[in-house]
């Protein structure tokens, strides 16, 4: 090691040094020290704690002298590798504007040199000027490094004995609890965005494996806070929406991006949660006797084209294969949009009497709609997966009670397994399915964009595409009728909606039953316990699968404690569950609730009933929390001059509603306008200021005799619900 230029600054008397180990002994605390060269800050500490004998890494420390506006002195200590601002640490002392105290007051208050601060300083300050914190991270350590008064010393003591030590010196120690601060890994140069940054230190194998004292909050050195916010993502959600749900979708490992605008893959950790959604969807639809099936992708010009009035506002979607190799196909194919000309060809061949009613098909699949809106991942892309179901009945009252089923089943993916509410209704003239009878739908609101996106459809088709490809049956009768259908689809945007109802500025939060993992296990290991305490992990593992929880350990040597905390919760997983040997000991496990990081130790004795019920809650709280916001932002509104200030306030708003189709223009046109009146002129685009009718909900609030439509002023049919809208 090169010598370095040692300061000469006033130091601590050799007799104050020899009193401060007398103290110690007299309290009965075991202490070592060992000497080393000068070192002046956190990072000359790191670098020659290994050749001075300071092990473990964990324990190094460095400390902060201030001073606050009001003049009171604070010595603050915490790891050499948390990452602490001058702006937290005042908000957490509640002492404003905090500075670095001057030297003076060091010899004078603490008297000690310049580099040499240190908490057991406070046996000079027999006055009490200053007030001793320690970090909430250094709680229960086994050793803790510090500087005798001297920074050419380092003396190593348990955290507990620190406490001891200030309190009968007459500074009870303040323990700053820095656990809400989000500390991430910040990509480190060059590592690719969304991939969290390798550690700095590796926690296993190599001489710095930890041991000593156990650790229950952030603060391993490896994590970054964000330099322009403090917190996890790259922009919060409340200030920057697209960034933060972008930074969320790719840090939780859910999305990636690819080189065809408007088209992502889906990672195992998203695509996961589509396989919830499908477990569930299809077992309840054959419950109700519909079928798989799957139907080719491509449909001739000529058989699109048979449905062309409804086709006709889609067309410029449509994409279109006029290739193989070099030579041009004899005619263009396109790629579905949707199934109905490529499935009711079909079934106009195999339906011929009643007894082939109803006919009940579902398929799962891709559909490509080339849109030139703006892509957002899972909300619009120009593929997606879906699933899509067609039916055929022989009357429209059997089509009718199907349509409300499958709507129920929507409703259930939306709000019992993402914990997504959603208003259930019908679609106004306007906004229904215009090959259609009539439109079911329902919807969910984003409030961080304070706009309404449609969840899922389920259509009553009425005998529109029975006549346009000629599908008839004989009745019971001999007589041909025309069957009644239905279709109904539900897409990956579900799973868009999710995150962004859910999703918080540490990333992703996942409803239990659609977490990939809902339980992770993260083992804290020490160099001499690893194998006990990793070996007790996989025990606990192997009961929760066993009875039925989705449970991961990770046990990776190459990524400390901290760091995987900090992982976890940016992939959304409901329960972590910290294991170290003091638990253990304990027959206990910590648990942290990613909704509200709040932690409690678990007896391991009621593990698994505890883990079931606890998935069980916070699959409720969530709904609920969603629940209670939704019905805050969702207005009674009975006059216009109410209307538009109330989507300004991030609602969506309740009217009476004369259902007239002109009226809904006019609503759509005036909102749009005094919205734009209202503005600057950036971000005008039409949709965006607009308001629609979302749905016209089943649950209809009593209508008093003669209230007047909200905008018409005419005597008012129903209730409609109104927003801006994806
Ligand atoms: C309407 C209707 C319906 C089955 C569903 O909403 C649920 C599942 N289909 C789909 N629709 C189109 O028909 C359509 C057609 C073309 Cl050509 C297109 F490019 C886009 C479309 N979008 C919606």
């Known amino acids: 090691m090169t010598a370095r230029k040692v300061h000469l600054e006033p130091m601590a008397s050799p007799e104050q040094q020899t009193a401060l180990f007398a103290k110690l002994d007299e309290l009965g605390i075991a202490h070592k020290t060992v000497s080393h060269e000068a070192l002046m800050t956190a990072e000359d500490v790191d670098k020659a704690a290994p050749g001075a004998g300071m092990s473990p890494a964990e324990g190094l420390c460095k400390n902060m002298f201030l001073k606050s506006k009001k003049g009171e002195l604070f010595c603050f200590t915490t790891q050499t590798a948390n990452k602490v601002d001058m702006k937290s640490v005042s908000k957490k002392l509640a002492a404003p504007e905090c500075r670095f105290a001057g030297d003076e007051f060091l010899a004078s208050v603490l008297k000690v040199g310049k580099g040499s601060v240190t908490p057991l300083a406070a046996i000079s300050d027999t006055e009490i000027k200053c007030a001793f914190a320690l970090d909430q991270r250094l709680v229960g350590q086994a050793a803790v490094w510090v500087h005798p008064l001297v920074n050419t010393q380092s003396t190593c003591l348990s955290f507990d004995d620190l406490v001891k030590f200030l309190t009968a010196v007459g500074h009870p120690p303040k323990i700053l609890d820095f656990s809400d601060m989000v500390e991430v890994a910040a990509p480190a140069g060059g590592a690719p965005a969304g991939k969290p940054a390798k550690p700095a230190k590796p926690a296993g194998g190599g001489g710095s494996a930890k041991k000593g004292g156990e650790k229950r909050e952030k603060g391993e050195g490896d994590k970054e806070v964000n330099k322009e916010t403090g917190l996890g993502m790259a922009a919060r959600k409340e200030d920057d929406f697209p960034t933060w749900y972008s930074d969320v979708i790719t840090k939780s490992d859910m999305i990636d991006y690819y080189d065809i605008s408007g088209c992502y893959i889906l990672k195992p950790w998203s695509f996961s949660m589509w396989e919830e959604i499908q477990k569930f969807f299809d077992a309840e639809i054959k419950k109700i006797g519909v079928q798989g099936c799957y139907f080719p992708m491509f449909v001739s010009q000529r058989a699109l084209e048979a449905e062309k009035d409804h086709i006709e506002g889609f067309s410029p979607e449509v994409a279109w294969v006029t290739r193989s190799g070099q030579s041009e196909l004899p005619e263009p194919i396109a790629v579905r949009p949707t199934s109905e000309t490529i499935m009711y060809p079909a079934f106009a061949k195999w339906i011929r009497s009643h007894r082939d009613l109803p006919l009940k098909l579902n398929q799962w699949c891709n559909v490509v709609r080339w849109e030139f809106k703006n892509p957002t991942p899972f909300i619009r892309t120009r593929e997606f997966l879906w699933q899509e179901g067609h039916t055929v009945h022989s009357t429209l009252e059997a089509a009718g009670e199907e349509v409300l089923e499958i709507l129920e089943l929507y409703r259930r993916i939306y709000e019992e397994l993402l914990a997504v509410p959603v208003v259930k209704g019908k679609k106004t003239e306007v906004e229904k399915f215009a090959g259609g009878y009539y439109t079911t739908t329902v919807e969910a609101y984003i409030p961080a964009t304070s706009r309404g996106i449609q969840g899922a459809t389920s259509h009553c088709l009425g005998q529109n595409f029975g006549k346009m490809f000629n599908i008839e049956f004989e009745d019971e009768k001999g007589q041909k009728q025309i069957p009644w259908q239905n279709s109904w689809g539900c897409t990956t945007r579900s799973i868009g909606v999710m995150v962004m109802v859910h999703g918080d500025n540490m990333g992703l939060v996942l409803p239990p039953r659609v977490a990939p993992i809902q339980v992770v296990i993260v083992p804290v290991v020490y160099k001499d316990s690893a194998e006990v305490t990793n070996s007790a992990a996989y025990e606990l593992e192997a009961k929760l699968k066993a009875a039925g929880v989705r449970v991961s350990v ?58 079931q019920l606890e998935l069980e809650l916070i699959q409720h709280q969530m709904y609920k929390n969603a629940k209670d916001k939704h019905n805050q932002l969702t207005k009674t509104v009975m006059k216009w001059e109410e209307f538009v200030p109330a989507l300004n306030a991030g609602c969506m708003c309740l009217t009476p509603f004369c259902e007239e189709v002109e009226w809904e223009e006019t609503a759509k046109k005036r909102s749009k306008e005094e919205t734009l009146a209202g503005i600057e002129e950036e971000d005008n685009t039409a949709t965006s200021a607009a308001a629609k009718t979302l749905c016209i909900p089943f649950d209809q609030p009593p209508m008093p005799e003669g209230t007047p439509c909200f905008i018409s002023g005419k005597p008012a049919k129903c209730w409609v619900l109104w927003g801006r809208s994806y």
């Open 554 to 611: 990770d046990a990776r040597t190459n990524y400390t404690a901290g760091w995987k905390y900090n992982h976890w919760e940016q992939k959304g997983v409901p329960i972590r569950l910290e294991l170290g040997p003091k638990d253990l000991a304990k027959q206990q496990v910590r648990m942290v609730k990613r909704i509200d990081n709040s932690k409690e130790d678990v007896p391991l004795s009621v593990l698994v009933p505890k883990m």
